[in-house]
């Protein structure tokens, strides 16, 4: 049974990565959290250096700025690490390379396999329709404070060309759509967890491929399957591509 320590315990993916464990074979064998308030059937420490328990894997779903604590702690008792914290600058970026070089880190802004389904279809559909138009509208919730989504951002990368500009829905404009726009577009409203739309409009055809998230638990799932992957690989920077190859293999 994998043994994790999860930082952002508290939180609500802690909540959701917490309740998928039994059923994922796993076991949460402590919590790190500045706010240790939730109630979890494991001890919760406010900061790593309290952690006794031992682990075979670190999962985070805290803030990027939990980030050194976790990789000192990590690269010190040589722990694979599951990064689901979204936010990260360059200089994080960089910590976690470094950090890399002597464990397995396995990081990614969306946990879901939908929707790295969903961007690898993308890019297919780019390479085939090159001269589509392309349109990304995201949904979320009422409470959601960013848009674009951190996720329709990854979309309108894995399409984008040198070309490409972003267009931020079209109030204003007098002109008509150019070339190498790609519309992106947010709706907020309700409970939404989360849809993604990318549409590729041609002449004559529309081919339009949309994720649905109902549940948070997806990105729980997604960061169970990371931690079991990333527990057996070697020293290295690794994201759901990876997950993907691994789970294609017989
Ligand atoms: N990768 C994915 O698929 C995915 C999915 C959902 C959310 N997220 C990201 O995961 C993170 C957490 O999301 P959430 O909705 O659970 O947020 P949340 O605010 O409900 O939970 C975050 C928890 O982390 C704790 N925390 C904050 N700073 C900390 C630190 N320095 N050290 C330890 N704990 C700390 C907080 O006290 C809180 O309990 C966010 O960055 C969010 O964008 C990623």
Do not use: W
């Not at 999860?6 to 998928?20: D, I, K, N, P, W």
């Not at 031992?54 to 722990?79: M, Q, T, W």
């Not at 907020?188 to 004559?204: D, K, L, Q, S, W």
């Amino acid at each position: 049974m994998l043994k994790i320590l999860l930082s952002g315990a508290c939180g609500r993916m802690g909540g959701q990565v917490t309740e998928l464990a039994g059923q994922q074979n796993a076991v949460i064998a402590a919590g790190v959290d500045v706010r240790p308030e939730a109630s979890r059937p494991y001890p919760v420490y406010p900061a790593f250096s309290f952690v006794q328990e031992e682990a075979d894997v670190i999962v985070d779903f805290s803030r990027p700025e939990g980030l050194n604590a976790l990789l000192e702690y990590a690269v010190s008792r040589k722990i694979p690490c599951v990064l689901g914290a979204t936010g990260y600058q360059e200089k994080e970026l960089a910590a976690i390379a470094e950090a890399a070089k002597s464990v397995p880190v396995f990081r990614s802004a969306n946990m879901s396999m939908g929707i790295y389904v969903l961007q690898a279809l993308a890019k297919q559909a780019k390479a085939l329709l090159p001269d589509f138009d392309i349109e990304i509208v995201e949904r979320h919730h009422n409470q959601k404070l960013d848009a674009p989504s951190g996720t329709a951002i990854m979309l309108y990368n894995a399409v984008k060309t040198q070309e490409t500009q972003p267009v931020y829905g079209r109030e204003g404009r007098t002109q008509k759509r150019q070339k190498d726009e790609i519309g992106m577009h947010a709706i907020r409203g309700g409970t939404v967890a989360g849809e993604h739309e990318i549409g590729f409009y041609g002449p004559g055809e529309t081919l339009r491929i949309e994720h649905q998230a109902q549940d948070r638990s997806i990105f729980a799932l997604g960061a169970h399957r990371a931690a079991r992957f990333i527990a057996a690989q070697a020293p290295g920077e690794y994201d759901m591509s990876d997950l993907a190859r691994a789970m294609l293999q017989p």
